[in-house]
């Protein structure tokens, strides 16, 4: 179900299958072809060694270039000469002499390139249809991979603004571990019903767009941001404590009131609650009572409460 491991699997069984008994050194590839580009994402090599992550211009390699024109398999002897200096250097410190080519299509269209290599002969004529009906079997499999992906990812991701959803927020916090401190982040988007009443519900969902960039710009790596609703936001940041909250708060603030928009400058209330771990439905009530305090005193504002102190109510201004 993991399209990566699908293409994993298609080079080392190209590999497999695709070489003699007796050959030396089986070698099978997988390329993702990408505009002028051919970019390894999979090897298998007997020797153990690899090259994944090279991209090589397809204009210079001639056999590629080939499969690509034609949609259809090659195989046969690789004429050096012809090829590009990176891929003359990888073929000779790979000791590749002939390889075999199978177009690889996904929703209609070449994806990639299947290549089972040879050092000093060619892959026989039986061994290569077997390798063609194995990219057909590629293909199959690959499909499924991405149509599992593609569900997945719409069951988890806000659809508009490719934040993760309500309901993988609340997996998030239900992934928490009970002692890990983590603060809670409540946000609402300032003026939203005035753009959308005077603009209309395409800019309205432009300025949801936007807040939702700024967010994502500023959040550290391993925290959720989440699209709770029509202009609510969560935040899950991890590792937290009152002063890192205040200034994740701030780089809020500053990212979404930077932003420039034709309907005017955008802005956020914030409702941040932080602990020491456990009680997320409790964290949550505060930090959306935090939320509210936030709006009524003027919006743009972020209002702060910690679990573990018992002075609450610190207001930063937004501006």
Do not use: W
Request: net charge negative; hydrophobic share 45%.
């Amino acid at each position: 179900l993991d399209p990566e491991l699908v293409l994993r699997a298609a080079a080392r069984l190209a590999a497999e299958i695709s070489s003699p008994p007796n050959a030396a050194g089986r070698r099978a590839q997988y390329f993702r072809i990408a505009e002028a580009g051919a970019n390894l994402v999979a090897d298998s090599d007997d020797t153990g060694a690899t090259i994944v992550g090279e991209a090589i211009p397809i204009s210079e390699h001639p056999m590629i270039a080939a499969v690509v024109a034609s949609d259809a398999p090659v195989n046969g002897a690789i004429d050096i000469a012809a090829c590009g200096p990176e891929l003359q250097r990888l073929l000779m410190t790979l000791h590749i002499t002939h390889a075999a080519y199978v177009p690889i299509h996904l929703d209609g269209s070449l994806h990639g390139v299947l290549v089972a290599s040879g050092r000093g002969e060619a892959v026989p004529a039986d061994l290569f249809e077997r390798l063609k009906t194995l990219g057909n079997l590629t293909e199959l499999a690959l499909a499924n991979a991405v149509a599992h992906q593609r569900l997945e990812e719409e069951a988890s991701t806000d659809a508009l603004t490719g934040l993760a959803n309500r309901r993988e927020f609340e997996r998030a916090i239900m992934r928490l571990p009970i002692r890990r401190p983590y603060a809670f982040f409540a946000a609402d988007i300032d003026g939203l019903k005035d753009v959308n009443d005077t603009f209309g519900h395409g800019a309205g969902d432009e300025l949801i767009i936007a807040v939702a960039t700024a967010l994502s710009s500023v959040v550290r790596r391993g925290d959720t941001v989440a699209r709770t609703g029509g202009d609510e936001f969560a935040i899950l940041m991890l590792d937290a404590t009152p002063d890192t909250a205040s200034n994740l708060a701030l780089r809020i603030q500053a990212a979404v009131a930077a932003t420039t928009l034709p309907t005017g400058r955008a802005d956020v209330s914030i409702g941040v609650c932080t602990s020491t771990g456990g009680e997320p439905e409790l964290i949550r009530e505060v930090a959306d009572d935090a939320l509210y305090a936030a709006k009524t005193t003027g919006g743009a504002k972020t209002v702060i409460r910690d679990l573990r102190s018992e002075v609450h109510g610190d207001v930063l201004n937004g501006e």
